[in-house]
């Protein structure tokens, strides 16, 4: 029966779909309503994705005390874990002292790959191809005029050999300026016209017609001082500004010489950088494959940030990562949260918009080194996680803040204190 229900599930309308739904999963009809509600709306997401049944939403909110190249900025954060935007804001807060955060980027360049197989000797066909690149790259824009008056475009192409279990590959690499887009669509469909001309040149056959998410000539990067007057005065001064310096120093070699530690090193970055990504509509699983197959490009998992001491004897930090984001197309323009957020950041192009997010994932970063170099990590997440709790506990309204401030002043953060407290305020 619901084999049958769930035939050609595609072609059917929302309320159909929802329907079969509520039957197969036994849902109510709040839970339905629930799926339904949303600021994108059930119609636009239907167009979307495939199989449609309802939206879901995640939490907005600002990261604040951005002080970047000389502009304040706003900056639209959507994410579920508690203390990303508070660590995000209180680290900018706290570089704002010394200036705040100092960046740049590359020309947005994305890179297209071409597999090539079949061919009779590699040397042969590499000729050939650079031999003809003008006439690849003048085919490859053919097909996209928008994109080459706007100063984008294919510029240029790459050729490498790669040795296989099943023999040597010859890959082409087109680079294309994808100017303020993110660019998949567009080096794809570049990637697919100018194959048959690489068939015929090098005598092979082409396999593999698709962007790299290893945007690796797409670079953005941030730097900023926190001085140690200040990291001393965050400790309330528990610490000396110096020994604070020092042990996000010793926190940080930790994740440059282990894997281990290295790898929650560099979420901890991307819990800034998914939050801005995923808030103004762009593509945050692109980003994530670029950011961490970059920390390995050595040939070794390494940190994307990096941190020393100045000659002052304060704390400087780095970041340097691919970021290919775009601020037109996609759900950049097609999800109405996602047009606002662009609008609160008032960036002007997808570079401003990468050193933007470069600038928050550094402060992601350097806000968990501090915590954990100092009073720990959980004691500012689980007080901020409280709120969660109370809420897992079934507490509502007023309820939620009386509970959560309840087990932050007991130092007892857990769903069973939560539900027992409730069950005393009942």
């Known amino acids: 029966m619901m084999k049958d229900e ?19 999963a036994g849902l109510t009809d709040d839970e339905i309503n629930m799926l339904k509600s949303g600021a994108i709306g059930i119609d636009v997401a239907d167009r979307m994705i495939e199989n449609v049944v309802g939206t879901c939403e ?49 020309e947005p360049i994305m890179i297209g790959q071409i597999q090539i197989l079949g061919f009779k000797n590699f040397e042969s066909a590499r000729e050939a191809i650079i031999k003809n690149k003008a006439r690849i790259i003048s085919k490859a824009n ?116 282990d894997p281990y530690r290295c790898a929650t090193h560099n979420k901890g970055i991307m819990n800034g950088i998914d939050a801005v990504v995923i808030a103004t509509g762009n593509d945050f699983r692109a980003v994530e494959a670029g950011a961490h197959s970059y920390a390995c490009i050595s040939g070794k998992y390494k940190p994307l940030t990096r941190y ?4 002052d004897g304060d704390l400087v930090g780095e970041i340097e990562l691919p970021v290919a984001i775009g601020t037109v197309g996609g759900a950049t ?41 100092t009073e720990g990590i959980q004691r500012g997440h689980m007080r901020l996680h409280a709120k969660n709790i109370a809420v897992t506990a079934e507490a509502r309204g007023k309820n939620i803040d009386t509970v959560a401030a309840k087990m932050i002043e007991e130092k007892n953060i857990s ?12």
Request: with cysteine; charged share 30%.
């Open 6 to 24: 769930f035939h050609e599930f595609y072609k059917k309308s929302v309320e159909e779909r929802l329907r079969i739904l509520k039957h197969a």
């Open 58 to 106: 995640l939490p907005i909110g600002l990261g604040l005390n951005f002080m970047i190249n000389g502009k304040e900025y706003m900056v639209p954060m959507c994410t579920e874990e508690p203390s990303v935007v508070a660590a995000a804001s209180y680290a900018a807060k706290l570089a704002k002292a010394a200036g705040g955060f100092k960046t740049s980027s590359d």
């Open 142 to 257: 053919e097909r996209d005029s928008v994109l080459v008056s706007f100063g984008g475009g294919a510029k240029d192409v790459e050729v490498r050999e790669i040795d296989s279990e099943i023999g040597k590959m010859l890959v082409v690499h087109l680079f294309v300026d994808v100017r303020d887009a993110m660019g998949a669509n567009a080096v794809n469909t570049m990637c697919e016209v100018v194959s048959p001309l690489l068939e015929e040149l090098t005598g092979g056959h082409a396999r593999l017609k698709i962007i790299s998410n290893l945007a690796d000539r797409r670079l953005a990067r941030s730097k900023a001082v926190w001085k140690k007057d200040e990291l001393e005065k965050s400790t309330k001064g528990l610490m000396k500004g110096k020994e604070v310096v020092n042990a996000i120093i010793e926190a940080y070699q930790l994740a440059a010489n």
């Open 308 to 311: 020393y001491k100045n000659k």
């Open 333 to 373: 323009r097609t999800k109405p949260e996602a047009k606002i957020a662009l609008k609160i950041l008032g960036v002007k192009s997808a570079r401003e918009l990468a050193e933007v997010i470069a600038s928050v994932g550094l402060a992601q970063n350097f806000a968990a080194l501090r915590a954990l170099a």
């Open 415 to 426: 769903v069973s204190r939560a539900k027992e407290i409730l069950d005393k305020m009942h």
